[in-house]
Nanobody, 114 residues
Framework: QVQLVESGGGLVQPGGALRLSCTASGFTFSRYRMRWYRQAPGKERELVAGISTGDIATYADDVKGRFTISRDNAKNTVYLQMNSLKPEDTGVYYC????????WGQGTQVTVSS
């Protein structure tokens, strides 16, 4: 069955870095656009970054220059490198695979706090 499993979240101080991973199974990963979303406490889920099947990356304005999305089709994995983290980056981060339908992972918690 389809699975997306995120990992790499945790507690980090402001200015620190984390690398999130999302490993997929049960579908042809290379044919799907991949996205990272986050949901902060009390807020709606928002799109953070996306990467096309052709490796074209897009970012939300507030993470440009700090976050980098990448994919490894041989490993069925999408990554989100997060640098210069801020407290407002805190939230649950979800990966999503998008084609005609969308698949979602269960999320990984990222907390940026001193």
């Amino acid at each position: 069955q389809v699975q997306l499993v995120e990992s790499g979240g945790g507690l980090v101080q402001p200015g620190g870095a984390l690398r999130l991973s999302c490993t997929a199974s049960g579908f042809t990963f290379s044919r799907y656009r991949m996205r990272w979303y986050r949901q902060a406490p009390g807020k709606e889920r928002e799109l953070v970054a996306g990467i096309s099947t052709g490796d074209i990356a897009t970012y939300a304005d507030d993470v440009k220059g700090r976050f980098t999305i990448s994919r490894d089709n041989a490993k069925n994995t999408v990554y989100l490198q997060m640098n210069s983290l801020k407290p407002e980056d805190t939230g649950v981060y979800y990966c999503s695979a998008v084609q005609v339908t969308a698949y979602w992972g269960q999320g990984t918690q990222v907390t940026v706090s001193s």
